[in-house]
C-alpha cells in the first residue's frame, strides 16, 4: 500500500508541474528506489536478544566488513554455539576496498558478505555507513560507540588495538577505548541508559611491535569451529578470492574453469590457514595456561586477546565464566 500511496503523490507531482516525461520518469526510479532501500533496511534489521536470559553478550567492532570475522571469528562461533549473543559492528562501510569496483555497489556487497558470515558463525551484524579509509575519531564517532555499547549491553568488548597498520583500524581502537570509562557515564548520552558496570575490553591478536607488542591474555583453542571461520573466510569473496583493493583480474580464473576455481579457492584456503595457525604456534604457552599442556601440543587453530587496562579487570574465575568452553 506505501508503494501505491508513492507512486500516486508522484503521478500528481507529475500533473501538477507539467514535468517532461524523462523528468517524470527520473523522479519515479528515485522515489521507487528510496523506498526500496527502505524497505529493505527493515526486512534486514535483526531483533536484539533478550536481556536478562543469564546468556553472555558480545560485542566486536572492526574497521571494516571482514575485520570481525577473521580476529574473533572462531570464538565468536563457539560463544554462539553454547547461545551466547554475539554482535559484530563494521565501522567503516568497506566502499574502496576492492581494485575493480567502488562506492556503494561495493559497500552493498560487502554487507551482503558479512551478513552471510553471520549465518554462518551465529553472530548478528551491523555495518556503519562511514566511507572506508575516512574514518576519524570525534566526539560523534565515539557516541556512536558508547551507544552501541550500551545497546547490547555487553559484558565483553573486542577491537583492534590502537598501533596498527591501517587508520581505520587505529581509530576503531582509540574509540572503544575513549567509550571503555563513558559507558558508565550517566550524563554522556544520556539518551542511552549508561551501564552500570563496566565491560571488559579486549584487543584482538596483531603483529605491531610498536611502541608496545600485543601480550596475550587469553588464548582460545578454535580447532572444533575453525571451518566455520574457513567458510566465512570464502563467503568474502571480494577480499580473499578477488584479492580487495590490492588484487586484480589475475588472481580470477574464469568461471568456466572449474579447476582453475578450485585452484584459487585452496589457495585462499591455505593462505589462511597458515594465519590461523600462526597463533597457536606463537601463544602455545598461554594456551597451556588455559588447557593444560597436552591438549596446548595438539591445538592447531587460535585466537589471541589482550586484555585492555581501561575496562573492567577480570579475575581467573570470571575468565571461567566469560571464556565458558576453555578446557572443552
Known amino acids: 500500500m506505501k ?31 528510496s523506498f526500496a532501500g527502505n524497505l529493505l533496511s527493515a526486512q534486514s534489521a535483526e531483533r536484539k536478544p533478550p536481556v536478562g536470559d543469564g546468556r553472555l553478550r558480545i560485542i566486536v567492532f572492526g574497521a571494516h566488513p571482514d575485520d570481525c570475522e577473521l580476529s574473533a571469528g572462531g570464538t565468536s562461533a563457539k560463544w554462539a554455539a553454547q547461545g551466547h549473543h554475539v554482535k559484530f559492528v563494521s565501522c567503516t562501510n568497506g566502499d574502496i576496498g576492492h581494485w575493480g569496483m567502488a562506492g556503494g555497489r561495493l559497500a552493498q556487497r560487502r554487507a551482503a558478505e558479512v551478513k552471510k558470515c553471520a549465518e554462518i558463525l551465529g553472530n548478528q551484524v551491523e555495518v556503519l555507513d562511514i566511507h572506508d579509509g575516512e574514518l576519524m575519531v570525534t566526539l560523534e564517532n565515539r557516541r556512536t560507540i558508547c551507544r552501541l555499547i550500551r545497546e547490547w549491553q555487553a559484558d565483553i568488548v573486542i577491537s583492534h588495538r590502537p598501533n596498527d597498520y591501517h587508520p581505520d583500524h587505529r581509530y ?66 571480494s577480499q580473499f578470492y578477488e584479492g580487495g583493493c590490492n588484487g586484480g583480474p589475475h588472481l580470477m580464473p574464469n ?70 568452553f576453555f578446557g572443552a
Open 172 to 237: 576503531v581502537g582509540v574509540l572503544v577505548m575513549d567509550a571503555a570509562y563513558m559507558v558508565t557515564v550517566p550524563h554522556f548520552c544520556p539518551d542511552i541508559p549508561h551501564l552500570p558496570k563496566n565491560p571488559v575490553f579486549l584487543f584482538a591478536e596483531d603483529e605491531f611491535r610498536r611502541p608496545n607488542p600485543f601480550t596475550p591474555d587469553i588464548v582460545v583453542a578454535i580447532d572444533d569451529v575453525v571451518e566455520k571461520k574457513f567458510a566465512a573466510v570464502e563467503a568474502l569473496e
Open 3 to 33: 508503494l501505491v500511496f508513492l507512486l500516486m503523490k508522484t503521478l500528481r507531482l507529475f500533473g501538477a508541474f507539467k514535468m517532461p516525461r524523462r523528468s517524470f520518469l527520473n523522479v519515479a526510479a528515485i522515489t521507487l528506489s
Open 255 to 324: 568461471a568456466a574453469d572449474t579447476a582453475g576455481v578450485a585452484a584459487r579457492k585452496k589457495a585462499v584456503h591455505d593462505e589462511w590457514a597458515g594465519y590461523f595457525s600462526a597463533t597457536a604456534n606463537r601463544f602455545r604457552s598461554a594456551l597451556g595456561q588455559h588447557y593444560g599442556k597436552e591438549r596446548a601440543e595438539k591445538t592447531k587453530f587460535a585466537e589471541a586477546f589482550e586484555i585492555c587496562e581501561y575496562g573492567r579487570k577480570p579475575e581467573k574465575e570470571e575468565l571461567k565464566r566469560l571464556f565458558p
